[in-house]
């Protein structure tokens, strides 16, 4: 391309973007960022040992129980009650949206020689298993302990607390009071290192002759220990606020109950992602500590539960993780080993003996890819090798283990493993449209960061991308879901009535996701653009999944992620906002514009207006009068997820790119320019959104980079650190521009620099 030609289509193009091309600073992403920073935080920030029933954010098991162990009781997971003699509330229908669990022990009576108590330890059931030689945590650092209690029983009860082997004195506890107990005056003085007992709460015969009750909230240290983890101590931010319910022993659980401590690896993505989108300082440090915590659980999988790892040694990751500190402090029973990742899970009351249930411990294609482009991104923009290293392992683990190598099918890419309690090793042959376009986004991604390898990771993009486009349907305009093997029965969310080939059948069943990912991630790639008319997909999901909902004394208008359940799901909402906005840009339309101005009104109206809403993130559902519905109906049902209306990070980062014109299935495609080029006025309003790339000859190579000219006279300094040319050698590098100095400085990781 001439230069005249090269500039031509470049202003087009930034034409395009500055009409409808991101926006940050509006009031949606200045509500919803804060968020996003205090949930990748929220583990540093704290030191809990209690905050809720199976909280991320706990330190130690409330399980070491001594004295008369028959006469002492804890139920972590009760919902306060002012009037209920017990202190807890049983129905179902309780649900405490302020202080969520509280943690209620009940001391039977006495004699007056007789006492009973019980530690928080670290592992769970410690002293039972004879004080094993393991792991403790230490609390250099930590000034006091704090907590709420109270005591239903009239006139109180007395009891001590301690932290280690040492107490306090006696404290009689009646109504609610926040104790603040310095270490200091603990005794004996307690030690910090290697603490086991975090906490402890005892009483006897002679000072609770007739038992009683107690509630405690909130259990923590402060300030928290400056290094509390020996084993690593990355964390996943919480994808879903949670509040207090009573938890079932049945399914159907309520969402409450079931998603406390789950970080999913998507979520985890979209969240580094938009945090690299705006580039504070802040967002830098927090999107780099979240993705050091994608790698450490990349290389340190659950033994206990192990993903298949492919041939060659690449491996994939789980759907989630349990957020806060991502390492296990000791092995646990089901074997995992110290320093290996936590997975998601939640408690199961049962008569017998609660159970824990791991959740989301599978792994699909789809979340795998989010986790390639926020690798990817992070990257690009903060220049760890280690982060590109880590994508390609995981694009390599999905070619190995998902591709279908069946020619006589549709192509693409399985689905995933399927979660437990199946066999790990148990993978979903079915596969689904929007997971296929995830994967083709994620590998062009590869394709332009991964330089030595950028024809074959682009091949294997247009595997998915192929069967992407093979799913779609000229008489609706619109995507199918994906395919099943062939003789699957119809079922909820499952319609195999399409075309067969090979062993398997489309699933004719409608999803918004099956038609907006489509649209986000292939609309603009050059193999794709011209095969439809890309605004069909996007006039679909306007047509089929708007909805109009009344809840909390407002109306709401969004989307549902299908068509047959009624009630709005807003990370879906914004999704349909961005395939609008990213289908005008193409076309140089406005076409949606005033759709999407009027969902973008709605999606601020839900941030600060819907049910169980904070202000800042966005709810991940909204259905009718939710509000009044009890806890277990408190979520959009479709047939493969329930949406809570609990805020949640999907919705909320969604809606940051909806609102901000940030399309991350895109992959920013490399516009090549002359040494010349680079000194345009031009490039100072194309360098937010591409990516650079020069060629010439390498001299004044340093450290920390070298000058890179085409023959012009007009070279181009470029910064890499870790490269390996030498002065004279001829060469590509690719990345940021800023040509406000001179000469223009080009940013390129090491990935991105290639000799000729």
Not at 422 to 434: H, I, L, Q, V, Y
Not at 621 to 636: E, K, W
Request: with cysteine; net charge negative; proline share 7%.
């Amino acid at each position: 391309m001439s230069r005249i030609a090269l500039l031509f289509a470049l202003q087009v193009a930034l034409a395009v973007e500055v009409a409808v091309g991101p926006v940050l600073g509006s009031p949606i992403s200045d509500a919803a960022y804060p968020l996003l920073a205090g949930r990748v935080t929220e583990s540093a920030s704290a030191f809990a040992i209690y905050r809720d029933a199976d909280s991320a954010f706990n330190h130690g098991y409330p399980s070491g129980f001594f004295g008369e162990i028959s006469k002492v009781r804890v139920n972590a997971a009760c919902v306060h009650s002012d009037t209920d003699p017990s202190g807890c509330c049983a129905a179902a229908e309780c649900l405490d949206t302020t202080r969520g669990n509280v943690c209620r022990i009940t001391f039977d009576a006495l004699s007056l020689w007789e006492y009973a108590g019980v530690n928080w330890e670290e592992p769970e059931n410690w002293a039972a298993l004879g004080y094993p030689a393991s792991n403790g945590y230490n609390l250099t650092g930590a000034e006091k302990l704090v907590f709420e209690a109270r005591s239903p029983t009239p006139g109180g009860i007395q009891v001590r607390f301690g932290l280690g082997s040492s107490q306090t004195g006696w404290q009689t506890v009646t109504d609610w009071q926040t104790y603040e107990i310095p270490l200091s005056t603990l005794s004996p003085a307690p030690g910090l290192l290697d603490v086991h007992v975090l906490f402890s709460v005892v009483t006897n015969g002679y000072h609770c002759p007739s038992g009683g009750i107690l509630i405690l909230d909130n259990i923590r240290l402060e300030p928290p220990p400056a290094a509390p983890v020996g084993a690593g101590s990355r964390s996943l931010p919480l994808s879903t606020q949670t509040f207090g319910v009573v938890p079932a022993a049945a399914d159907p659980f309520p969402l409450d109950q079931v998603i406390r401590n789950v970080a999913s690896t998507y979520e985890s993505a979209l969240t580094i992602l938009a945090l690299l989108e705006r580039g504070e300082p802040s967002d830098l440090a927090q999107a780099r500590s979240a993705a050091d915590a994608l790698s450490y659980a990349l290389h340190h999988d659950s033994s206990g539960r192990p993903l298949p790892t492919a041939p060659d040694g690449s491996r994939g990751l789980h759907n989630a993780y349990s957020a806060g500190e991502l390492a296990l402090m000791n092995a646990q029973p089901g074997g995992a080993l110290a320093g290996e990742s936590r997975l998601a899970g939640f408690t199961v009351p049962f008569e017998s003996g609660a159970q824990y249930w791991l959740l989301m411990d599978g792994a699909t294609g789809g979340n795998n890819a989010f986790a390639i482009l926020a690798l990817v991104r992070a990257y690009q923009i903060l220049g760890e090798p280690r982060y590109l290293s880590d994508a390609v392992t995981v694009g390599r683990w999905i070619y190995s283990q998902l591709l279908d190598p069946d020619p006589s099918g549709y192509g693409g890419y399985f689905l995933g493993y399927r979660d437990s309690p199946a066999d790990p090793g148990d993978r979903n042959t079915g596969k689904s449209t929007e997971n296929n376009a995830d994967i083709f986004a994620a590998f062009m991604a590869l394709s332009q960061a991964d330089a030595a390898n950028r024809q074959e990771w682009a091949r294997r993009a247009n595997v998915a991308g192929d069967f992407v486009m093979a799913m779609f349907d000229v008489a609706s305009g619109r995507f199918f879901t994906g395919t099943v093997p062939s003789g699957t029965q119809p079922g909820p969310g499952v319609d195999p009535t399409g075309a067969v080939r090979g062993g398997e059948v489309i699933n004719v069943y409608d999803f918004l996701d099956a038609s907006s990912f489509p649209v986000l991630a292939m609309a603009g790639a050059p193999r794709y653009h011209g095969q439809i008319d890309w605004r069909r997909p996007v006039q679909h999901i306007a047509s089929r999944f708007a909805q109009t909902v009344s809840a909390g004394g407002a109306t709401y208008r969004g989307f549902g992620l299908d068509g047959g359940h009624p009630g709005i799901a807003w990370e879906f909402t914004a999704q349909a906002v961005a395939a609008m906005k990213h289908v005008d840009r193409l076309r140089s339309e406005t076409a949606f514009a005033s759709s999407i101005a009027d969902y973008l009104a709605e999606i601020r109206k839900a941030q600060t207006g819907a049910p169980f809403g904070d202000g800042k993130g966005l709810a991940a559902a909204t259905v009718g009068n939710g509000q009044s519905l009890p806890p277990v109906d408190q979520c959009l049902e479709t047939p493969h997820q329930r949406i809570p209306e609990r805020v949640g990070l999907a919705a909320t980062a969604w809606a940051i790119f909806a609102d901000s014109g940030i399309n991350v299935l895109a992959p920013k495609y490399p516009v090549v320019i002359t040494n010349r080029d680079a000194a345009q006025p031009i490039i100072s309003s194309a360098r937010s959104g591409f990516l650079f790339r020069v060629n010439g000859r390498v001299s004044d190579a340093s450290a920390s980079g070298f000058l890179l000219d085409d023959g012009s006279g007009s070279p181009v300094r470029v910064l890499c650190g870790g490269h390996t040319l030498s002065s004279g050698d001829i060469a590509e590098a690719c990345g940021t521009l800023d040509n406000n100095s001179s000469p223009p400085v080009l940013i390129a990781p090491a990935g991105l620099v290639v000799k000729h």
